[in-house]
């Protein structure tokens, strides 16, 4: 049985402000009907794009990161079910589905000593499960047609989400284009934040992958070479030729990265590490500016042949130990950003 917290529309609307002469994403969204089957509604209801929740930070622990990823989905929701549902973007064309369940991990998970490379191991068996759990979902979401918006967790979580993809859709291996400083192909030595796209190649769920704004000293040198010696199914444009040395325009570096990524489903990854001072388990001073990743967002959708959408590593409660409201809004941003590229897309 998938463990899966399925949010009510009581649940939805409590969460929605509402206001006179307005009305909110959040009053038009749609909702799994109580007393009925959540994988069998799925099939049946309009709505092209299912929103869901990962809330967890074990993954990034276990890579030797700060904790507080787990924090990101609740006050993204929040700021998506209050903007305007209006004629660019309705309530109606998406679902919120609810969150993973990962309350009895994430206990297992902060008992750890993350200084002892005991429990660091432990911690990466717990990623395992944790790609269970969402594998899980995300092979039903995918069977029913709809196209996934995950927010929330760490990057772990790409793994799981790319293998669902294929599992759902009957797919032998899919594309994905990644905004990240980091290319996430450490070694396999455990389940962690920082190889799941490396488990993913090696399995044979990811055909292609791209990363657009790759930071050069950032990245360890066996991936680096795994690029170079993989250049037709690897490819990235780094952020120093980019903005530091201006060797090729944002432009073209992205539409490098698009067309290596065209022919096939394509999953679209952020990590919000990519965004100059965005709290997160990996924050940099040095870093792309929010509408850069927008425009990242909606040419990815309104050019690719999306399957997914996954945005990580956002942690808003690392700023002043306090939550962070900007980066749930900036990830509504995204989030609507997406939903119209590929509205426009299909037409």
């Known amino acids: 049985m998938p463990k899966i917290n399925i949010y009510s529309r009581e649940t939805i609307i409590a969460r929605t402000k509402h206001r006179s002469g307005e009305t909110k994403l959040g009053e038009t969204i749609h909702t799994i009907p109580q007393n009925t089957s959540w994988q069998t ?40 079910l209050n903007m305007q549902s209006n004629q660019f973007c309705h ?21 750890l000593n993350y200084k002892l490379e005991t429990d660091i ?5 717990l990623v395992a499960q944790v790609d269970e ?3 899980e979902v995300i092979t ?11 927010v929330g967790g760490g990057h772990n979580n790409a793994y799981p989400i790319i293998k669902g993809i294929n599992k759902g ?17 450490r070694p396999m030595l455990g389940r962690h934040s920082g190889n799941g796209f490396l ?14 704004g790759l930071h050069e000293s950032y990245n360890i040198y066996s991936a680096l070479e795994l690029f170079e010696q993989h250049k037709e199914q690897l490819h990235f444009e780094t952020y120093d030729d980019i903005f530091v040395r201006e060797h090729i325009s944002y432009q073209l570096a992205l539409n490098n990265c698009l067309h290596f990524c065209k022919g096939a489903a394509c999953g679209v990854e952020i990590d919000l590490d990519s965004i100059q001072n965005v709290p997160v388990s990996a924050r940099t001073p040095s870093g792309m500016l929010p509408i850069d990743v927008r425009k990242y967002v909606y040419h990815c ?17 690392l700023a002043h130990k306090q939550m962070d409201n900007k980066t749930g809004k900036l990830v509504a941003y995204i989030i609507t950003d997406f939903v119209k590229a590929v509205k426009r897309n299909i037409r």
């Open 41 to 80: 509604y799925l099939k049946q209801d309009t709505a092209k794009f299912v929103v869901l929740g990962i809330p967890e930070d074990i993954g990034v622990r276990a890579n030797h990161g700060r904790g507080g990823a787990y924090a990101a989905w609740k006050p993204s929701l929040d700021f998506l």
């Open 91 to 111: 309530g109606e064309e998406i679902l919120v589905l609810g969150h993973i369940e990962l309350d009895d991990l994430m206990a297992e998970a902060n008992s």
């Open 121 to 125: 191991e432990k911690a990466r068996l």
């Open 133 to 135: 759990r969402v594998s």
């Open 140 to 150: 039903i979401i995918a069977a029913a047609g709809k196209i996934p918006i995950i």
């Open 169 to 185: 859709a009957g797919l032998n291996g899919i594309h994905v284009i990644n905004c990240d400083p980091h290319s996430d192909m």
């Open 199 to 212: 488990y993913a190649y090696s399995e044979g769920y990811l055909k292609k992958y791209a990363v657009f």
């Open 301 to 317: 959708g309104s050019e690719l042949e999306v399957c997914y959408l996954h945005i990580a590593e956002g942690a808003p409660v």
